[in-house]
C-alpha cells in the first residue's frame, strides 16, 4: 500500500532551520513527482515545493531561497529543508505523491 509519514516537526524561534522526513512505502521515490504541501491553521492548503522523476524541482515563492527538497533512493524517503524560518512557515507539512495521495503531516511552529 502507498503509504507516506512524515515527522522531524518542532518548535523552533524565529531564523532557525529544521529537516523535514518522509518515510514512503508502496513506491520508490524516484518514480513519481513529489510534494511538500503545508497547511496553517483557518487556512487553505499550500503547495511547497516539488521535486520531479528527473531530479526537477520547484519551490513556492515564499519559500524560494530558503527551503531545499530532496531524496534519498537507497532510504526511500523525501527530505525538505526549511531555513530562516519565519512565523508564517508554521503549519502542518504533509508529504504527498502530487495531489493523489497524502500522509498524515508534522507539525511546525515558529516562537520567539
Known amino acids: 500500500e502507498v503509504q507516506l509519514q512524515a515527522s522531524g516537526g518542532g518548535m523552533l524561534q524565529p531564523g532557525g532551520s529544521l529537516r523535514l522526513s518522509c518515510a514512503v512505502s508502496?513506491?520508490?521515490?524516484?518514480?513519481?513527482e513529489l510534494w511538500w504541501v503545508r497547511q496553517a491553521p483557518g487556512k487553505a492548503p499550500q503547495w511547497v515545493s516539488?521535486?520531479?522523476?528527473?531530479?526537477?524541482?520547484r519551490y513556492a515563492d515564499s519559500v524560494k531561497g530558503r527551503f531545499a527538497i530532496s531524496r534519498d533512493s537507497a532510504k526511500n524517503t523525501l527530505f525538505l529543508q526549511l531555513n530562516s524560518l519565519n512565523a508564517e512557515d508554521a503549519a502542518v507539512y504533509y508529504c504527498?505523491?502530487?495531489?493523489?495521495?497524502w500522509g498524515k503531516g508534522t507539525l511546525v511552529t515558529v516562537s520567539s
Open positions: 504527498t505523491q502530487g495531489p493523489y495521495y
Open positions: 516539488a521535486i520531479k522523476p528527473d531530479g526537477t524541482t
Open positions: 508502496g513506491f520508490t521515490v524516484e518514480n513519481y
